[in-house]
């Protein structure tokens, strides 16, 4: 065994290149194991949005989103309904901490950092429809202008300089398979060394073993991400008393190296592994027809105008509108018996209202390319990423009339299960309420609130309008897929991201941070998420873990 790092850090994502940041400029000596090739360095959050979930900050102040501590902590408590007196107690704790991050010091640590943020802010997770249930009161997502990688970016380059300086080292294509204890405490890794590959980024490459290897530190920080690239064992801890039967079938959101192996790993050292049954995917999965990874799919980012059907025709009902509610909406459409839904809109709606997340789907924020995106966003039609898949996407159907329409619809599914006189009677009567002001529909009624934020109705709703009105044609209908995501359970941690054991005790020299370890605590959502969380809980959480270990070693 060698020692030839303070810290070992396990995982190259966000969480890991955090953790790293704040050890090497703390003076610590660390060295990053990493299964895949240095072209994955930043993880899942390279593919990400770069959306980020801010409290009282100055892009809301501007906007008059009127925020606070206080109504972003109800939010986040009505959203997580902890109800587990056991497992929830480091989940809660993290979540109060972490809203505290979100409405102090957090856009500023990211500034000083060089992360840029767009002027508009997004309103994400609208809500079930209370006042003190799940959802966001006010606007909160705000976006990276340079999306993902630029989060990336904003650690990566420190990082690297350290890397220069023989401060921090990586190993790729290095494999952890288990942790060493000596005397209760982790003291290093055990693992394989897998064959190179020249796989770029994203890509499923080789588990082939060329050697293994067996390394020292004084602590681990274990930040290998979640369980969303295997379907398996997303559908093992599926909690059907809840969600309903896990999908039969379903696209896959991140890239097979999101394999959840850590968990198990971590766990059989001894560790507290809590919430495994919580989960956040999305019910708006796209087949990329461009695909990266297998089963690749992209997510829609709706604006609340489309009418949301089964699989059989029905309208969804209220509350689960585009963007309200996710795990609400996953729930119900599980529980018609099938694991597709469609959108039903027209040509107007898409060309307002539609988004892809990924960075990829987002060329002209990614590249901080200001003409690009002006010229893509301001200007009529579809954005060029939305208009690749209406020409190629194999879940889009259009066409000029309602009856051609669901026809499409039908050779789309591969079935006979929709019928014109079931789809034209939700079409109708959506049609029949829009012509005055005031409405007895309630997604009418969302959509105007949406609109009554200025930066909604410019760039992100469409005005009300009748979907049988040729001149907004033409008719639309998207094919949608559950598409696995994030875990939102993990392991326990505590508020410096020390690992906590079964019995509640610290577990010596180990650590863990982003998506392994639940965000934070083992499960710092709770049930559900408000979005733009995501990347800042690996932050966070990172953070915590690196300064933790700074101050200790």
């Not at 396990?10 to 090739?37: D, F, I």
């Not at 309420?433 to 200025?454: C, G, H, I, P, T």
Request: some cysteine.
């Amino acid at each position: 065994m060698t020692d030839n790092a303070d810290v070992i850090v396990v995982g190259a994502g966000l969480a890991g290149l955090v953790a790293t940041y704040e050890l090497a400029r703390a003076g610590k000596r660390v060295l990053v194991l990493e299964q895949e090739n240095s072209e994955n360095l930043g993880g899942q959050a390279f593919w990400s949005l770069g959306g980020l979930f801010l409290v009282d900050s100055p892009e809301q102040r501007r906007l008059r989103i009127k925020d606070s501590r206080e109504l972003a902590l109800a939010d986040w408590l009505g959203s997580a309904g902890f109800d587990r007196e056991r497992e929830d107690i480091w989940p809660r704790r993290w979540a109060e901490a972490y809203v505290d991050f979100a409405a102090g010091e957090k856009r500023r640590y990211l500034h000083d950092l060089g992360l840029r943020l767009l002027p508009a802010v997004g309103w994400a997770e609208r809500g079930a429809g209370t006042a003190s249930g799940h959802g966001n009161s006010v606007p909160r997502f705000h976006l990276t202008w340079g999306t993902g990688p630029e989060v990336v970016r904003v650690f990566r380059d420190p990082v690297l300089s350290f890397v220069a300086s023989g401060r921090v080292t990586f190993r790729w294509r290095h494999r952890v398979d288990s942790l060493v204890v000596s005397d209760g405490a982790v003291t290093g890794v055990r693992g394989s060394a897998l064959v190179p590959s020249e796989q770029a980024r994203g890509v499923a490459s080789s588990r082939e073993v060329a050697s293994s290897f067996e390394l020292g530190a004084q602590a681990v920080v274990v930040t290998s991400g979640g369980i969303g690239g295997d379907l398996d064992l997303v559908r093992s801890v599926w909690p059907e008393s809840r969600l309903g039967p896990a999908p039969a079938s379903m696209v896959t959101g991140v890239p097979a190296h999101v394999d959840g192996r850590m968990l198990a790993i971590t766990r059989d050292a001894g560790a507290s592994v809590v919430n495994s049954d919580r989960m956040w995917h999305y019910t708006e999965g796209l087949r990329n027809w461009d695909p990266v990874w297998p089963g690749h799919g992209i997510r829609i980012l709706p604006g609340p105008s489309s009418l949301w059907l089964d699989a059989t025709g029905r309208r969804l009902p209220a509350p689960f509108f585009p963007g309200h509610d996710t795990l609400g909406t996953l729930r119900y459409i599980l529980s018609t018996g099938y694991d597709y839904s469609w959108f039903v809109l027209t040509r107007a709606v898409v060309e307002k209202e539609f988004a892809l997340s990924g960075s990829e789907q987002n060329p002209d924020m990614t590249g901080k390319d200001l003409r690009l995106f002006l010229k893509s966003r301001a200007r009529r039609g579809a954005p060029g990423p939305v208009q690749a898949f209406l020409d190629k996407g194999a879940d889009f159907v259009v066409r000029s009339s309602l009856a051609d329409l669901v026809d499409g619809m039908n050779d789309a599914a591969g079935s006979s299960l929709l019928s014109y006189e079931a789809v034209s009677r939700e079409v109708l009567g959506h049609d029949r309420e829009v012509a005055n002001s005031y409405s007895k529909d309630l997604q009418l009624m969302a959509v105007r609130n949406a609109r009554a934020f200025l930066p909604d109705r410019v760039t992100r709703v469409a005005a009300p309008h009748r979907f049988l009105d040729p001149s907004a044609g033409p008719l639309i209908a998207v094919k949608l897929h559950i598409l696995s995501r994030k875990t939102l359970g993990g392991l326990e941690t505590s508020l410096d991201s020390a690992v906590i054991r079964p019995d509640g005790s610290v577990f010596a020299g180990l650590y863990a941070a982003g998506e392994v370890a639940g965000f934070g605590g083992g499960g710092v959502h709770g049930y559900n998420a408000l979005e733009g969380t995501f990347l800042g809980g690996c932050i966070f959480s990172g953070r915590a873990a690196g300064r933790a270990l700074a101050r200790a070693l």
